[in-house]
């Protein structure tokens, strides 16, 4: 899969997804709904994954630091220890999402919905929150060090 052009392609349910080569590869808009990334390392690190469909998908561990994940659907999505450091997540919808012990350090989450997102132990330390909705979501053991904009209690 390396440099292609998969934008707005239908790939759900795929699995093996997490040992591909999608280095260039355009994913924009691409329906990766229940696929399973589990444990990928640095498997779409830095991408632009602008709008994609990834509802309901295993990302259990996965390296997305630095990925371009705005206006995504991550919605029941597993992201359970994902690292999302200086991730773009701005107007993504992760409602119902598991981001349980997961890392979004310097992440951009303004405009995003987070529903009962379980953000357990989760590391929120200089996430900017501005404009994010965030309700009935488990906050509990939550690192929210430096987090700016409309910080969640």
């Known amino acids: 899969f390396k440099d292609a052009d998969l934008s707005s392609a239908r790939l759900r349910d795929v699995q093996g997804l997490g040992s591909a080569d999608l280095e260039g ?14 444990g990928a390392d640095n498997l779409v690190m830095a991408l632009d994954l602008n709008g994609v469909i990834l509802r ?15 206006k995504a659907d991550l919605s029941s999505a597993d992201l359970y220890e994902a690292k999302l450091r200086g991730t773009s997540l701005a107007g993504a919808n992760l409602d119902q999402s598991d981001l349980w012990k997961a890392d979004l350090t310097g992440a951009n989450l303004s405009g995003a919905t987070m529903q009962g997102a379980d953000l357990r132990d989760a590391v929120l330390k200089e996430v900017d929150f501005t404009g994010t909705v965030v309700k009935d979501a488990n906050l509990k053991g939550a690192d929210l060090t430096d987090a700016k904009g409309d910080v969640p209690e």
Do not use: F, I, Y
């Not at 295993?58 to 630091?65: F, I, M, Q, T």
């Open 56 to 70: 309901g998908a295993d990302l259990r561990g996965a390296n997305l630091d630095g990925t371009k994940l705005e």
């Open 25 to 38: 590869a355009n994913l924009a808009k691409c329906d990766l709904s229940g696929v399973s990334l589990s």
